[in-house]
């Protein structure tokens, strides 16, 4: 089987089941299979596979349609430009966690010392720490095998993230910050969710109690204390939670502003502590 068949009869397959970009989906998978980059099964077609690489292919599209996320397979996402390892220990990435970090970036000074809450694989706490060089980042989660993987990618791309073992806000210093990043639970518990999510991503990174705003409400309560007097809180939120969470600010914020993602939904929440 030579590299053309074997990328019209992945697609196919998927395409059977419609699966969302298929044909994507198989040159994804098949590069994965040979070691290689996508430009590269077009520029040699003919290209005989060896019998490990079509076995290696096989599985690979056959735990895509068992609905395994693609990143898991390939255990890899990009975000703002720089690969990441994912597992099933952590959150895939998504590409509109991406303005959470261009506003935190927007909100961070140079030599300012931030802190991503629920670090998951770290791309918002590397991120940071790899744009703003001269800035202290540290991350938390409370999951010690999230940790693993995010100590991993900050090691792998060059970033002195901190990391550290903690539920929220609880181990941080009083007034020590002066931006909190979050890509909080948002998802309430019964909300159905398509199997690639329900099935293989992590459900304390996903659930946030009855109505999505457990994590939320923790965070605006927690925040105030050890925020420094017109320090930033970013968050992202979840496509109909901006107004749940502005019914819950107080008179420890001083201003707000909600910014948008591509889709026109209201993505992300900064805050600045009063003061």
């Excluded at 597992?87 to 998504?94: E, G, K, N, Q, S």
């Excluded at 925020?227 to 979840?238: C, D, F, H, I, S």
Aim: aromatic content about 6%; hydrophobic content about 45%.
């Amino acid at each position: 089987m030579n590299l053309a068949t074997a990328l019209r009869q992945g697609t196919e397959l998927l395409e059977k089941d419609r699966l969302t970009v298929p044909r994507l989906t198989a040159e994804v998978l098949l590069a994965h299979a040979l070691g290689c980059e996508r430009a590269y099964l077009y520029a040699h077609p003919e290209q005989e596979l060896t019998g490990v690489q079509q076995l290696h292919f096989g599985r690979y599209l056959h735990e895509r349609l068992q609905h395994k996320p693609t990143q898991y397979i390939t255990g890899r996402q990009e975000f703002y430009g720089r690969q990441f390892r994912v597992t099933p220990a952590v959150l895939i990435p998504r590409p509109e966690t991406e303005h959470v970090a261009e506003e935190a970036l927007h909100r961070l000074a140079g030599a300012g010392v931030a802190l991503d809450v629920g670090a998951g694989s770290g791309c918002l706490a590397i991120t940071l720490q790899a744009e703003r060089p001269a800035a202290r980042v540290a991350a938390s989660d409370v999951s010690r095998e999230a940790l693993a993987v995010a100590r991993d990618n900050a090691a792998r791309l060059g970033a002195p993230v901190r990391f550290f073992c903690g539920d929220l806000l609880e181990a941080v210093r009083p007034e020590s910050l002066d931006l909190i990043v979050s890509n909080p639970p948002y998802v309430p518990d019964r909300e159905p969710l398509p199997p690639e999510v329900a099935d293989y991503e992590p459900r304390a990174a996903l659930l946030a109690g009855p109505d999505g705003m457990a994590a939320y409400r923790r965070l605006l309560a927690e925040a105030p204390r050890v925020l420094r007097p017109g320090a930033w809180l970013v968050m992202e939120l979840g496509h109909d939670s901006r107004a749940k969470v502005e019914a819950l600010l107080g008179p420890a914020w001083a201003a707000c502003a909600v910014t948008a993602d591509l889709a026109g939904l209201d993505r992300v929440m900064a805050l600045r502590k009063a003061g």
